[in-house]
């Protein structure tokens, strides 16, 4: 998948736009080879280890996401009869009560949590016991536990949700009905919409994702659901398996004490706040009581919270724009979740490529390495290492040899050649112009979408991820444009190495010494 273009024998670059709140909506130089690609990288998620999610951006620049100011809800209002079914369920089970301090409502991203009292900051807000919980633990437990053992644990989840989902007799009706159809993440978007995020990264991750959904779902159709329709005696379609993945998505709960894949009915409801820096006091599992074997999900509040208002929290600091977009359906503003990958390749075709893949692997990197880019932030520390590395050749090649095996990568920090120097800004400036180029619109048509306003939620977050990844990749040009115009000031390796033996003196002249005369005595 993508664009590729040689430049000077073996340079290569390669664009390759691979495969991003947790909102609830309702119904919600020569024979050297340098290859560049433009991927995606994420965070590791627990369900989908297959892939590497990348990491777009969306910049702080002259375009602004609007947030909406802090509201208040009104409790009086009544929620959806689903909701109201499902919060006196749960009072019925003794998991909340009417004093609970939150209480489910409507509010603008859909349903959420919104405090019946003054909540304090840590103060806990909810506490769901484990069989409450949907978690691997559940579906092995289940009717489908043997039979799923062996599958990816978000697999055998996610067929565990379907199948209650069909079951009109399910123990789980009621969380199940008040579940999103879907919601404003990239892999529910149509045809039409996704052609919004034409030439973005963020583009192919979520084309990936759904193909590997689909894969996943040919394999569980052929080796589970075909061969046991006892068990699963009602229709089940990709669309569904895509839905149970995106619930899973957005949804659940990971980075716990033995659980890193876990719905927790309520607590999925807590919203969302860019304004949270802290991922600290939200969340964790602990033990009931001192004498009691019995597991509690507890949710705290980050910070203190006014009757009325949303209680709200950080879902991860790490996330990129692209990965929000992919797991929940929104972007934010904040510069720090801003970046555009790039994708280095030691190329096999390159005669030193056992030399440069030791050098790589010697110092943490490999064959591909990713480098994360992030809008008004420097360039990672070792990709411009990378890059020399990657671009070595002709008279340059000595370096790679083994006498310098110590020692190359510190004078990889510095500039190798001028031929080295000029090839690495040459390849990332015509990348990004060819990345530039792969977008339906321009910054400027981007910027008077955003000033009209009024744009749909999807639309806003295309556009928000286009002017981001166009937004950083200006900036990594203008980075190696101005590398190029230094090009004759800088000082090269054959340089250092003079003025090391004190054969070139500060100002660059070279020293010759003369030899001082012998007198002969006869």
């Avoid at 633990?137 to 599958?151: E, K």
């Avoid at 789980?172 to 030439?199: A, K, M």
């Avoid at 100002?507 to 012998?518: L, N």
Wanted: net charge negative; proline share 5%; aromatic share 8%.
């Amino acid at each position: 998948m993508g664009i590729g273009f040689e430049i000077n024998k073996g340079l290569e670059i390669i664009h390759t736009y691979p495969y991003t709140t947790r909102h609830n909506q309702q119904a919600n130089h020569s024979n050297n080879g340098l290859t560049l690609h433009s991927l995606p990288s994420s965070s590791p998620s627990p369900f989908l280890s297959s892939s590497k999610t990348l990491k777009t951006l969306s910049k702080k620049s002259t375009f602004h996401l609007k947030t909406r100011p802090l509201c208040v809800i009104s409790l009086n209002s009544s929620p959806p009869q689903e909701v109201q079914t499902f919060w006196q369920w749960l009072c019925d089970q003794g998991v909340v009560s009417a004093k609970s301090p939150i209480r489910p409502a409507t509010v603008p991203e859909g349903l959420g949590l919104v405090a019946q009292r003054d909540i304090g900051r840590n103060e806990v807000v909810l506490e769901i016991p484990k069989k409450f919980w949907i978690n691997p633990d559940t579906v092995a437990a289940s009717d489908i536990g043997n039979l799923c053992s062996g599958l990816k644990p978000w697999i055998s989840v996610a067929l565990f949700l379907i199948r209650e989902k069909k079951k009109e007799d399910s123990p789980w009706r009621v969380y199940l009905d008040i579940l999103p159809e879907s919601t404003d993440s990239t892999v529910f978007w149509s045809e039409e919409e996704l052609v919004e995020l034409q030439g973005t990264q963020l583009l192919s991750t979520t084309l990936g994702v759904k193909e590997y959904v689909q894969n996943e779902f040919r394999k569980v159709e052929e080796e589970i659901l075909l061969p046991h329709k006892q068990l699963f005696p009602y229709p089940i379609t990709s669309d569904d398996f895509l839905w149970a993945f995106g619930i899973l998505r957005s949804r659940a709960f990971s980075r716990l004490r033995g659980q890193n894949l876990v719905l927790v009915p309520l607590a999925d409801l807590i919203n969302h706040s860019a304004s949270i820096t802290t991922e600290d006091f939200a969340y964790e599992i602990k033990g009931a009581g001192l004498f009691s074997r019995d597991l509690l999900f507890s949710l705290r509040a980050p910070v203190s919270v006014k009757a009325g208002e949303q209680v709200l929290i950080q879902y991860d600091l790490n996330k990129s724009n692209a990965e929000l977009a992919l797991d929940y359906g929104f972007i934010e503003s904040n510069s720090d979740r801003n970046a555009y990958t790039l994708t280095l390749e030691i190329s096999e075709s390159d005669p030193f490529f056992g030399d440069k893949l030791d050098i790589a692997e010697s110092n943490g990197l490999g064959e591909t390495a990713y480098f994360d880019i992030v809008l008004g932030q420097p360039l990672p520390p070792t990709m411009v290492q990378y890059l020399r590395l990657v671009a070595l050749g002709g008279t340059d090649a000595f370096i790679l040899e083994s006498i310098f095996r110590n020692t190359v990568w510190g004078h990889l920090d510095l500039p190798v050649s001028r031929d080295n120097e000029e090839l690495i800004c040459r390849v990332v400036r015509d990348a990004c112009k060819s990345a530039l180029s792969g977008y339906r619109t321009t910054i400027e048509e981007d910027g008077k979408l955003v000033e009209g306003g009024n744009l749909d939620p999807r639309l806003r977050i295309a556009v928000g991820i286009r002017v981001g990844e166009k937004r950083v990749l200006q900036q990594i040009d203008g980075i190696f444009k101005e590398r190029e115009l230094e090009l004759d000031e800088l000082e090269y390796y054959q340089e250092r190495r003079l003025k090391d033996l004190g054969l070139v003196g500060e100002q660059g002249d070279i020293i010759f010494w003369e030899p001082k005369a012998i007198a002969i005595s006869s």
